[in-house]
């Protein structure tokens, strides 16, 4: 069982910053496929971003391309979402997840989850 931890969340302004950090405290994360994904009020969860477990393929959703950028540490201890230029429709609960093969775009091949962190932006 691993047991994701996500922080950075926060309320910010449009045109902002935010950098949200996934964490397995006591585990590294470099042996994992990592995926972001949000969900606002009334919609269902959608795909952010994913880096792969070589950490050397990276993929987006269209309506972040250019703005998010999907990391890891090199001790592999936490995985980065950076997020700028947020926009108001961004606002959401981010979740961060892993799975030991392959996640990719897909919320239902994770195995597993963190309890996700709320990002807010006002206009």
């Known amino acids: 069982q691993v047991k994701l931890v996500e922080s950075g969340g926060g309320l910010v302004q449009a045109g902002d910053s935010l950098t949200l950090s996934c964490e397995a405290p006591?585990?590294?994360?470099?042996?994992?496929?990592m995926g972001w994904f949000r969900q606002a009020p009334g919609k269902e969860r959608e795909f952010v971003a994913h880096?792969?477990?070589?950490?050397?393929?990276?993929d987006y959703a269209d309506f972040v391309k250019g703005r998010f950028t999907i990391s890891r540490d090199n001790a592999g201890n936490t995985v980065t979402l950076q997020m700028n230029n947020l926009k108001p429709e961004d606002t959401a609960i981010y979740f961060c997840?892993?799975?030991?093969?392959?996640?990719?775009?897909?919320?239902?091949?994770?195995?597993?989850w963190g309890q996700g962190t709320q990002v807010t932006v006002s206009s």
């Open positions: 997840a892993a799975d030991p093969s392959y996640g990719g775009r897909y919320s239902g091949i994770y195995d597993y």
């Open positions: 006591g585990r590294s994360l470099n042996n994992y496929d």
């Open positions: 880096l792969s477990r070589s950490g050397i393929s990276t």
